[in-house]
């Protein structure tokens, strides 16, 4: 308030001397540039928080391949035998899995001085010193030349010393990628470099970065049905129940009385508030086995069942309804407002120039709602994409995947894998996929929604 | 073709808006219905096109009865005060829209609407979009659209009232001329009397549901029936003294001032208060019978002058004169007034 009496009585002539010293340090926040940044600080704090980190993070995710077993954290080095499978059929290394995998024979010190424990006669130690750094890659070999040593041991002996030399590293977990290089030169010290790197990435139990991810998006046929399966959710529900029967509803409320009207409004929008746990449990109790469907059509003897998971055809019928309730209360709000803003005297007029009602739906209505029907599918093809919870709550994407939905194969591939392998990276790739189709989208719609192309130039002449 | 109203009466809810009106309109005339807002002008208007259903009474179209068939099948046209063009539609598609919905062929369509848009005015403007169009353009368009259909009765609901007053001037002369050229039966719904006096056969005059006269324009302004109807036409608006009937005479009340009966009255029992109306074109310095009163508010209207005169009583009486440079702000003045040209009415407001 100070501020703007200030600037009135210093007139306009001191408005370009803005930051003379009479202006204190936040004379900033004076200028309604400076208090407007300030008061949208809140918001945009928010907007950063919880949209735009997420949004980030998930494409910092999409090119991971995190999940369960690798944790978000970082990994160590295992030689197991998803390792040595990895190692064999991704970078056709077999004969390294297979050395890797195979008990190694290896003449060292560290055997030597087992066998002091073991008390095995001193003249035997002796003799494999002399063996010393030695290897054998089979058993017999290296049994041959323990029998042929002069004390001549038993068989019993030469199976207790051959174990004491034996050095495996089949399951072996290395800390570092250096501790993994060193174990297995001492193995197979000709390892070229690109054996050592196939066998650091093969082993490696943590999280890398990849585009893999993708990759496994394009080629899983699994991909096609759930981008089918969505397509045909978001036209269907959209089709039928958000404009098409927001529409009904709408022209319907329209010509009949105001008050009737409004409670019929009201029905259709208790789906709307009503909270998405409670509607949905209606639904299932609707469709249950022991539900009002089935103990209805038990009467006719009709064997009772869970309608809403007996057939994929059902499960699709429970899921439309069930989403298109919930969206059609906003269409038919929209077209309803829009039908009541058409003035009464153009369907007056249409009336006297002989249109009846269905004429003046098709000449009169529909023009008029040509532009609420084009953001009402433009919102809910949006909402619809990301929408989630009633298909989860209902069907949970069954039976047997019928019903999997892009939103809700994301929550199941990242965060509820039924497999118990939750994996983090291929959900955050799909989810940025359906960030970028929204995006793309919303990009397309603003095009669409011009306010140029909204507004006709008037051309008056009198 | 003939429209008649008998015996019609409509109410909303308990809301009598008319009762028992009978209005006949001759063929080819243009009547006005000429009223104060709320009067029920409008309300008879819309139930002769049939967007309000009757409450009592007939509406017939020549010899055919109207009353029950819906606004589709009466084949009226209509211009609304907003005009209530479609705003999706070009102007073609707004006249050809009620021979659309009749299912006639393309090629007569065009024709028709062609044919029209000349008739009004409006060949150029076929492309454009209502909201590209001005006012009077958008009046035009309205009418064409009525028209187009050959209707059966033209009913106009205030159609000048949206224009600014020169536009107003052009379209009283247009409508008039579209109406004569057609032929066509039309009913105007119209609060300003210069419309109606200047585009109408016959004005029906309104109030409070009911018509109080029916006559040609000429008729109603030398003959008022009552006082409203006098009070209602002509402009600037007459003026009305009380006065009281004495020995043959009308004596002003509470002035030095004597009116005889004009020679068209019964001359009212003595003693019988009566209200005289004068109006301001007939107060001046000619006439028989003489007005005393001090020249109160003086307006100037370029070509004339209008002066308000207060009598000794307190009352005010106007006259239109040429401009004379004579008479200024409370000049004591003797005026004289023709007793011919007097209204004498009785104190319920009807003409004796």
Not at chain 1, 55 to 77: C, D, E, K, Q
Not at chain 1, 203 to 228: E, K
Not at chain 2, 274 to 302: H, W
């Amino acid at each position: 308030m100070s501020a703007s009496r200030d600037i009135v009585e210093s007139g306009p002539a001191r408005i370009g001397t803005r930051a003379a010293p009479a202006r204190p340090r936040f004379a900033w926040l004076n200028s309604s540039k400076g208090l407007g940044l300030v008061l949208i600080m809140p918001a945009l704090l928010l907007v950063i928080a919880f949209f735009l980190a997420p949004v980030i993070l998930t494409g910092v995710f999409a090119f991971t391949n995190m999940s369960t077993a690798t944790g978000i954290t970082g990994g160590a080095y295992q030689i197991s035998p998803g390792a040595l499978r990895v190692l064999t059929d991704r970078y056709g290394m077999g004969e390294l899995a297979e050395r890797l995998g195979q008990p190694t024979y290896v003449v060292d010190e560290q055997g030597l001085a087992a066998l002091a424990e073991m008390e095995i006669d001193q003249d035997i130690i002796d003799g494999l010193k002399r063996r010393l750094g030695e290897t054998f890659s089979s058993r017999r070999d290296f049994e041959r030349v323990i029998r042929d040593l002069p004390t001549r041991p038993n068989t019993r002996t030469v199976k207790r010393i051959s174990d004491a030399f034996s050095r495996s590293l089949a399951n072996a977990r290395f800390a570092s990628a250096g501790a993994l290089m060193s174990a297995a030169e001492a193995i197979d010290p000709e390892l070229t470099d690109d054996e050592k790197a196939a066998l650091r990435e093969a082993t490696y139990t943590g999280w890398s970065w990849t585009t893999d991810n993708f990759r496994r998006l394009i080629t899983s046929p699994q991909t096609m049905r759930i981008l089918f399966n969505t397509i045909f959710f978001v036209a269907a529900t959209l089709l039928i129940f958000n404009t098409g029967f927001a529409m009904l509803l709408a022209i319907a409320t329209h010509y009949i009385p105001d008050r009737p009207a409004g409670i019929f409004r009201i029905i259709w929008f208790l789906p709307r508030i009503s909270p998405a746990v409670i509607y949905v449990l209606l639904w299932k109790w609707l469709a249950w086995d022991t539900g009002f469907l089935s103990a209805f059509l038990d009467n006719f003897g009709i064997r009772p069942r869970n309608w809403m998971l007996d057939s994929a055809f059902n499960a699709w019928v429970f899921v439309i309804l069930i989403n298109g309730f919930v969206g059609a209360s906003m269409g038919m709000l929209i077209f309803a407002s829009a039908i009541k803003a058409i003035p009464q005297s153009l369907f007056h007029a249409a009336s006297v120039d002989g249109a009846y009602r269905w004429q003046q739906i098709r000449h009169i209505i529909l023009p008029h709602l040509k532009w609420p029907i084009l953001f009402v599918t433009c919102y809910q093809t949006l909402s619809l994409l990301t929408s989630i919870e009633q298909t989860l709550l209902s069907t949970d994407g069954g039976p047997g995947g019928a019903t999997e939905i892009w939103s809700l194969a994301i929550y199941h591939t990242a965060l509820n894998n039924y497999a118990g392998n939750l994996q983090y990276g291929y959900g955050a790739a799909m989810a940025l996929v359906l960030v970028v189709i929204g995006i793309v989208l919303s990009l397309l719609y603003l095009r669409l929604f011009n306010y140029r192309a909204l507004i006709i130039k008037p051309r008056i002449e009198h | 073709m003939r429209i008649l109203l008998d015996k019609f009466s409509k109410s909303f809810g308990a809301v009598k808006v008319i009762e028992d009106m009978t209005l006949e309109i001759k063929d080819g005339e243009m009547l006005a219905l000429l009223g104060p807002s709320g009067c029920g002008k409008s309300t008879t208007l819309f139930a002769i096109c049939g967007i309000h259903k009757v409450t009592g009474g007939r509406i017939y179209f020549g010899d055919r009865d109207m009353t029950d068939l819906p606004s589709q099948e009466r084949n009226v046209g209509v211009v609304f005060q907003s005009y209530a063009l479609y705003p999706h539609m070009n102007v073609a598609e707004n006249i050809a829209f009620p021979l659309r919905i009749r299912n006639l062929p393309g090629a007569e369509i065009k024709r028709l609407v062609d044919e029209m848009a000349d008739l009004v005015h409006i060949g150029n403007l076929l492309d454009r979009r209502p909201a590209e169009l001005s006012g009077g353009q958008q009046q035009r368009v309205a009418l064409a659209r009525a028209l187009v259909r050959r209707p059966n009765v033209l009913l106009l609901d205030e159609p000048l009232a949206n224009l600014d007053a020169k536009l107003r001037l052009e379209m009283r002369s247009e409508i008039r001329r579209i109406q004569l050229e057609t032929g066509i039966t039309a009913i105007l719904v119209t609060h300003d009397q210069v419309e109606a006096m200047s585009m109408c056969d016959r004005i029906a005059i309104m109030n409070a549901g009911q018509i109080i006269q029916i006559a040609t324009p000429k008729e109603m302004y030398r003959n008022p029936r009552t006082t409203f109807v006098a009070g209602f036409l002509g402009n600037p608006p007459i003026a009305f003294v009380e006065a009281e009937a004495r020995d043959g005479m009308l004596a002003v009340k509470n002035a030095d001032i004597r009116l005889p009966v004009p020679p068209d009255a019964v001359t009212p029992p003595d003693g019988t208060p009566v209200i005289i109306g004068i109006r301001p074109e007939n107060l001046g310095p000619e006439g028989d019978a003489i007005i005393r009163g001090r020249v109160s508010f003086i307006e100037t209207q370029g070509r004339e002058n209008l002066y308000d005169i207060k009598l000794e009583n307190g009352s005010v009486l106007r006259s239109i004169q040429r401009v004379r440079d004579d008479i200024s702000l409370d000049d004591e003045v003797e005026w004289r007034v023709r007793s011919d040209r007097l209204f004498v009415f009785a104190e319920n407001g009807e003409r004796l």
